[in-house]
């Protein structure tokens, strides 16, 4: 059983450019989230799903977008990557009942 | 008013002690406060949660104490062991709807001296 699934562990990107962090889970959890990480900053949501085909923002969501297609599936993407986006990048899931979230082991990134 | 507070930011104990981390809220609506322990390299782990109808709860060596009338809650560690070290994040959920829409403390990095 691997819980959630994060690619890529570490990337480089330079300004501008863009990418697509992944994110899969094998519980069959409807709820998925997706968190960025800063020194001394705590966990900041930036956008979360309560099922395939909706999705709502966070607290920080600008500069970023999600799909969510199926119940495993819950891509970030990054588009026009600043430096402000270093970071790193948690996805998260949890049934709708319960609020525990389980947490991947993260992606860090960084804009240079 | 969305923000939790969290302190102190760092925290050295002897193994055997008691590490104490303290968080404070603003939001009345909160009704779900959970503590997540995070070890290096690792995404965040739910260690133990309390809801605001009770004012303690207890898992093994660790304890919850909430104060709904200060708006504050507390993590304690008894015996406090070397494997304790770890970052510990309190949060607040904004409403029962979606408990995993949470607002998250700063963190504490806790380390245990043995």
């Known amino acids: 059983n691997a819980g959630v699934t994060q690619t890529p562990k570490f990337r480089i990107l330079k300004i501008g450019q863009s990418m697509t962090l992944q994110c899969a889970q094998d519980?069959?959890?409807?709820?998925m989230y997706w968190y960025r990480q800063d020194p001394g900053m705590g966990l900041k949501l930036i956008y979360y799903?309560?099922?395939?085909?909706?999705?709502d923002k966070g607290e920080v969501p600008n500069g970023y977008n999600v799909s969510r297609s199926t119940t495993e599936d819950f891509p970030l993407r990054l588009e026009l990557a600043a430096p402000s986006q270093t970071s790193v990048y948690f996805c998260?899931?949890?049934?709708?009942?319960?609020?525990?979230?389980?947490f991947g082991e993260g992606s860090r990134l960084t804009v240079l | 008013q969305q923000q939790v507070k969290q302190s102190p930011q760092s925290l050295i104990v002897q193994k055997g002690g008691i590490s104490i981390i303290n968080c404070a809220y603003e939001?009345?609506?909160?009704?779900?406060f959970p503590w997540y322990q995070q070890f290096p390299g690792k995404g965040p782990a739910l260690l133990i949660a309390?809801?605001?109808?009770?004012s303690e709860k207890k898992e093994g060596r660790f304890t919850i104490s909430f104060n709904k009338s200060a708006k504050q809650f507390s993590l304690h560690i008894m015996d406090s062991q070397p494997g304790d070290s770890a970052t510990y994040f309190c949060?607040?959920?904004?409403?029962?709807?979606?408990?995993?829409?949470?607002?998250f403390g700063q963190g504490t990095t806790l380390q245990v001296k043995p």
């Open positions: 998260a899931s949890s049934t709708s009942n319960t609020g525990e979230l389980f």
């Open positions: 949060a607040a959920s904004p409403g029962s709807s979606n408990t995993g829409k949470l607002i």
């Open positions: 799903s309560v099922g395939a085909g909706i999705t």
């Open positions: 939001n009345t609506a909160f009704d779900y």
């Open positions: 309390i809801r605001p109808d009770v």
């Open positions: 519980m069959n959890h409807n709820y």
